[in-house]
């Protein structure tokens, strides 16, 4: 099958940052052009990203559209149209306290955070990230709560997120993977030390799937878009997955194909093929 002549696909996901908005946050008119030309020809499109739903909004902002959303990288399923979490997978407590065991063993000086989720994006009821003092974070997040170390293992969480400055989010990746096993899956969507780990078997795919089975969609009428090994699975799964030219080479690796940019509006490039 080759790029000029694919099917016209029955549902598009898309990841967020570094993919679908530019580096201002912000989706271009032209790729809101595309996407809501899909959406007029009753096309789904979702939302399938790290980001947990109370960051959402800005994106739903942008599109003028409110989809179903993947977020936590697969493990929190989010109808962003009535802020109602659908869905959700938990790393327990007994294997949050072994998994920050193994990491501060591994690691040494890292620090720890974890993102919960409740009944909506904005739970005023749950503290939905808290880190440890230790933890520093990549980038800017005002919803942070800071606790005690052993606060932050002792709820169920959607993610739970290890930080360490000084090293690449890969480099630690590689040296904890053999060390934890099947019992977490990691991955990453920076390399500025950050790694984010999930449930056994929760991916960007898995969540996916979950609402391809909602909609009656065969995974094979997918495309999807990503630039980061967090979007691997997802990749994967789609009948078609289309990597972005700035993506990490592992995001190359996986695609079918390779679009423009994300500041080029590389998501639109390949949507107007069917919707301009």
């Known amino acids: 099958m080759t790029r000029l002549h694919l099917p016209k696909p029955k549902m598009v996901a898309s990841d967020v940052d570094g993919t679908l908005i530019d580096h201002d946050e912000r989706v271009t008119a032209r790729t809101k052009a595309a996407v809501d030309a899909l959406i007029a020809d009753g096309v789904p499109f979702v939302l399938a990203t790290g980001r947990p739903p109370r960051w959402i909004d800005p994106v739903v902002d942008g599109l003028g559209y409110a989809p179903l959303c993947v977020c936590g990288n697969g493990a929190v399923i989010y109808d962003s149209a009535t802020d109602s979490v659908l869905s959700s997978r938990t790393l327990d407590v007994a294997t949050l306290s072994w998994l920050a065991d193994v ?17 909506r994006a904005h739970d005023a009821v749950t503290p939905q990230f808290v880190s440890s003092p230790q933890y520093e974070h990549a980038w800017l997040n005002p919803d942070d709560t800071m606790v005690a ?64 089975q909602r909609l009656g969609v065969e995974h094979s009428a997918i495309i999807a878009f990503g630039d980061m090994p967090n979007d691997v699975p997802m990749l994967s799964m789609a009948g078609h997955g289309v990597a972005m030219a700035n993506a990490h080479p592992e995001a190359i690796a996986a695609a079918d194909e390779v679009t423009g940019t994300n500041v080029n509006d590389g998501v639109a490039q390949v949507l107007e093929r069917w919707w301009s």
């Open 149 to 212: 170390r052993h606060e932050v293992i002792d709820s169920p969480a959607v993610k739970m997120l290890i930080r360490h400055r000084d090293m690449r989010s890969g480099d630690m990746r590689t040296q904890l993977e053999p060390l934890i096993g099947d019992r977490a899956d990691i991955t990453y969507s920076t390399d500025h030390g950050l790694i984010e780990l999930s449930a056994p078997g929760v991916t960007k795919a898995s969540g996916l799937a979950i609402v391809a």
């Open 103 to 119: 990491a501060e063993a591994a690691l040494p000086g890292c620090g720890l955070a974890a993102e919960r989720v409740g009944a």
